[in-house]
């Protein structure tokens, strides 16, 4: 009796420690956030466990459990058709809208779902709901893209899934197919989907073989950047649920198909130092000292290297690559970019890749709608409905269907 109570004890002390992580008082209910976030890390650890023990892959193992439990057959309803079919050799998920159409052509969003390249999927319950109150409550055609995967693929290939879908979709014979108006089509996406989204934009409008240009970007809390991690929200947010410094690091190494053992000195800025010549005027473009505001800046220092790894930049090429970081684009290319809203949380790391993005946009005189909730945590957007309903989470995700009412 005394063994088992005993036992019990230790057990609540010791997930008590595992659920408990200190958090501000300032972010959505923050209790509930703890438990969200113990069930990722417990997910994330049993997943190394068995990638330690050489069963898989970490990523297919925490890919295969949440889709098991997870994935959804396309089920159509009163007011939507779902169907998954197939866009230049990328599958996508397609969620139309029955009513009020008649002769009218239809609106069209292209939707990119997140999960670091490596996780998450268009029939995953969490992006087909969201999907399915885009479209309903848009009255909006919602294409959302089942690009390839890390470990299977790495950096370019989800951007290019992402791109061949979407520029498949907006050949003028594709869009004559689902009734489309060519004047009102956005492209969208979350975190890492709003990675992959700034950079299908980017792309699209320096492609004169696409006739059809895309009316609308909307980025939900998006990574845009790998030089910098060191921005002041990586540094006030490092430990922040759901998504810290050090996991983010880890999945841009995984895109970028570059080796965890950089991990560390990427934390300290060493794979852009000042003693490589390449990575200083790229620095330039985010310097975040010019492009934030001072509530943003606080106390934050700089964190810049004299002397760096440059065995770093050599073996990961890509670090440098603008398709990779959008924030790293030229001006001139900014320029061509359509009308842009851009979600950040105050308690993201990512919270300053998508504010220097809005600058720089604005800067090259794009217009930007910037919605910055204060408190608001990386992937609250996901958290709108039972069990895991976060008042941030249905704030985000009905500011972001308006925005795209009023301006889709
Ligand atoms: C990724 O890196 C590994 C090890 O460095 C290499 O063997 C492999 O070919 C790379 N894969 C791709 C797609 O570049
Ligand atoms: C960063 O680079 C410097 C210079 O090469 C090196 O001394 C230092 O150990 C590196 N720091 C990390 C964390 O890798």
């Known amino acids: 009796m005394r063994a088992t109570s005993a036992v019990l004890t230790a057990l609540t002390a010791l997930s008590a420690y595992y659920v408990y992580s200190p958090l501000p008082s300032t972010v959505s209910e923050p209790w509930k956030l703890m438990l969200l976030d113990a069930t990722f890390r417990c997910a994330q650890d049993l997943s190394n ?36 079919t197939v866009f230049d050799g990328v599958e996508v998920r397609i969620f139309e809208p029955k009513r009020g159409f008649d002769k009218n052509l239809k609106k069209a969003i292209v939707y990119i779902h997140g999960g670091g390249w490596a ?19 848009v009255n ?29 979709f907006l050949l003028p014979e594709v869009l004559a197919e689902y009734s489309i108006d060519p004047l009102r089509i956005a492209v969208s996406g979350d975190s890492a989907g ?48 759901i998504l810290s410094r050090f996991v983010m690091i ?5 895109y970028l198909n570059g080796s ?23 620095r330039e473009l985010l310097n975040w000292n010019s492009l934030l505001p001072p509530s943003f800046k606080k106390n934050y220092k700089p964190v810049l290297q004299s002397q760096g790894t440059d065995k770093i930049i050599s073996e990961v090429p890509a670090l440098l690559d603008l398709r990779a970081s959008p924030l790293i684009a030229k001006k001139e290319s900014l320029q061509l970019l359509p ?36 408190d608001g945590f990386h992937g609250c957007m996901l958290f709108a409905t039972w069990p895991t309903y976060f008042s941030v989470g249905a704030r985000t995700r009905d500011g972001y269907v308006k925005w795209l009412n009023e301006n889709l």
Not at 123 to 136: A, F, G, Q, T
Not at 261 to 274: C, D, G, I, Q
């Open 140 to 168: 909006a055609v919602v294409v959302s893209i089942e690009y390839r995967l890390v470990p299977d693929v790495h950096f370019p290939e989800q951007l290019n899934d992402a791109l061949a879908a979407t520029k498949y």
């Open 260 to 282: 965890h053992s950089f991990a560390h000195s990427m934390l300290v800025n060493n794979h852009t130092s000042l003693d490589l010549s390449e990575t200083i005027s790229l």
């Open 339 to 374: 009308k842009t809203y851009i979600l950040t949380c105050e308690h993201d790391v990512l919270r300053d890749d998508g504010t220097m993005y809005a600058k720089r946009l604005e800067e090259a005189g794009v217009d930007v709608t910037h919605d910055h909730y204060e």
């Open 49 to 84: 466990l068995a990638h330690y023990f050489g069963f898989s892959h970490h990523l297919r193992v925490l890919n295969f459990v949440s889709s098991y439990f997870d994935k959804l057959d396309p089920v159509s309803s009163e007011h939507l058709k779902v169907t998954d």
């Open 194 to 241: 709003g990675n992959l989204a700034a950079a299908v934009c980017q792309q699209l409008a320096l492609d004169s073989s696409v006739t059809t240009k895309v009316k609308l970007q909307a980025l939900i809390y998006p990574v845009l950047q790998v030089l910098d991690f060191n921005t002041p929200s990586y540094q006030q947010n490092m430990d922040m649920p």
């Open 119 to 137: 996780l998450g999927s268009a029939r995953m319950r969490s992006y087909d709901s969201l999907c399915r109150k885009i479209s309903e409550d």
């Open 250 to 254: 880890k999945f841009w190494l995984d």
